[in-house]
């Protein structure tokens, strides 16, 4: 990473940070990285820099952990994906059972903080939605 990239990189998640705070406190990680919870979802925001006036946020939402692997709740979180304007569903089996993340990058350099804001929150309040209808699904807690 050059030093223009990290400048321009630190200056994007610094205006995230400020778009964040208007709803959540907000964590800055050693690396820069943001991280946050909205309701019961862990949220976190990397920024990286493609190429020159092409800078990309990234934000990923921890929507759901050790849910039980039934394949309803695949097929549902694999629905409700085709749905979805803002994210990428994912879904991992682990020996605990289903996580499910809700990710999504988008070229933010520019962008002023009201509508940065408006853009973070529409991911994560898709998360927590997705959050509350999977478990309503499995009655779980996770």
């Known amino acids: 990473m050059t030093d223009e ?19 959540h406190e907000v964590h800055v ?11 019961e979802v862990p949220c976190a925001v990397q ?3 493609l190429a020159d006036g092409l800078t990309v946020l990234s934000l990923t939402c921890v929507v759901a952990w050790d849910l039980p692997n039934d394949p309803s709740l695949a097929v549902s979180a694999a629905e409700r994906a085709g749905q979805g304007l803002f994210g990428t569903l994912g879904v ?15 070229p ?3 962008l002023k903080p009201e509508p940065l804001s408006t ?3 529409l991911v994560v309040s898709t ?3 997705l959050r509350n209808e999977l478990l309503a699904g499995t009655g779980d807690g996770a």
């Open 119 to 121: 853009l973070l929150m």
């Open 108 to 110: 933010a350099e520019g």
């Open 127 to 129: 998360a927590s939605q």
């Open 5 to 23: 990239d990290a400048k321009v990189t630190a200056e994007l998640l610094t205006a995230a940070r400020e778009a964040l705070e208007l709803f």
């Open 47 to 49: 920024a990286m820099r």
């Open 29 to 39: 990680d050693d690396d820069g990285a943001l991280s946050f919870q909205h309701a």
């Open 92 to 106: 991992v089996n682990t020996e605990r059972g289903m996580d499910v993340t809700l990710r999504y990058a988008f």
